[in-house]
């Protein structure tokens, strides 16, 4: 019988994202130190036999029925196809957030697998700023598989930029142009407290209303009705496309989130922000039964918070960084 994965606040969560490696080919900046990053053990990744275990609870118990895969660098894990193939068998919306390097490779067989989108992380479409970012020197691999993506079907393929005050926000109007030339959908990121190196400060946030400000000097834009999905959407006034804005610092979803969480490692994780875990690995390799790992879930959601806090006094930044919990 399905029940529903219900919070204190009455919140409904239907939309499970699972990172499927720890481990990345790029250093972004703001998410990963460029040394030093101590990887997970093989043996405490979760298999994939394990990941498709926690999936199918979630789903047919409870009603999931959005999966995400991200990382780390998702398309790092040997034999991805695999595991899509195994994932889209449950019938959810199937996705992949990925930084898009492996994309000229994939796209074709994810695709076949059974991956229905894709959202690809692009910062800068300058070269020298790229690499700067990123520590990698692959820009055109990253807009090859952009273009990849796109011929393999994935519709829409959305195009992630996480905008820094300072950084690349004068790459804003750019981007906006871009999306509209390669038929993609951009989502304007508001940069968020889980960089590796802790850097981030206020200041360093472009905000909804400066994004949409220095957009609007270029386009005109009309808003598009509010879904549960994080980003709040305009299309353009010519019929051209659309951008969208994820506004997790200067107006928060919480709300409306219907997000959880499963790390490379096996933990559960209630929020993006989660200053504690669940873990899920030691039930599923403990001979638990699918009743006691169900009943694991759903306390860990039922004991959700209200939300994040950032910009508050008492917020409290999480144990770990963005490419450890996975976006
Ligand atoms: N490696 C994949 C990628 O880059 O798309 C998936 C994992 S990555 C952690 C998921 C998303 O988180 C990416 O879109 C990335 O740009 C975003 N991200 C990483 N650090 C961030 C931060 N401090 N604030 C906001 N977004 C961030
Ligand atoms: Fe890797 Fe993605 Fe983090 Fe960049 S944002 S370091 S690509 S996990």
Redesign the pocket.
């Known amino acids: 019988m399905t029940t529903a994965l219900v919070d204190g606040f009455g919140r409904v969560h239907r939309d499970l994202r699972i990172s499927v490696t720890d481990r ?1 080919n790029f250093r ?1 900046a ?2 990963m130190p460029e040394e030093g990053m101590q990887w997970q053990r093989r043996e405490d990744l979760l298999t994939f036999e394990e990941i498709e275990r926690v999936a199918r609870i979630m789903v047919e118990r409870y009603g999931v029925d959005g999966i995400r895969l ?5 398309t790092v894990r040997a034999k991805l196809p695999v595991l899509v193939e195994k994932l889209a068998a449950l019938g959810v919306d199937l996705a992949m ?3 898009g390097v492996s994309m000229p490779l994939l796209a074709t067989d994810l695709k076949a697998a059974g991956l229905r989108r894709v959202n690809i ?1 692009l910062d800068s479409l300058r070269a020298d700023r790229f690499e700067e970012l990123t520590r990698r020197d692959e820009l055109d691999r990253v807009l090859d598989g952009i273009d990849a993506a796109v011929a393999a079907g994935f519709e829409p393929v959305k195009v ?1 930029v ?1 905008v820094m005050k300072g950084i690349n926000d004068d790459e804003v109007v750019d981007f906006a142009h871009f999306g509209r030339e390669r038929g993609v959908t951009v989502r304007f ?1 508001e ?2 407290p ?2 590796a190196d802790e850097v ?1 400060n206020n200041d360093r946030v472009l905000t909804q209303d400066e994004i949409l400000a220095t957009l609007r000097t270029e386009f005109e834009l009309e808003p598009i009705p509010r879904t549960t999905a994080p980003a709040t959407r305009w299309r353009h006034a010519d019929g051209r496309g659309e951008i969208g804005v994820v506004a997790s610092v200067s107006q928060s979803f919480c709300d409306t989130c219907d997000r959880v969480r499963i790390t490379a490692d096996g933990q559960f994780r209630n929020c993006l922000f989660a200053t504690d875990e669940t873990d899920v690995r030691s039930l599923l390799r403990d001979g638990s039964s699918d009743d006691v790992v169900a009943d694991a879930l759903a306390r860990s959601v039922a004991s959700k918070w209200a939300g994040h806090q950032i910009n508050q006094v008492h917020f409290i930044r999480p144990r770990r960084s ?2 450890e919990i ?2």
């Open positions: 990345c972004c703001y998410c991200t990382g780390g660098e998702p957030t990925t930084n992380s992630n996480v990121i940069f968020m889980l960089d981030w963005m490419s996975g976006g």
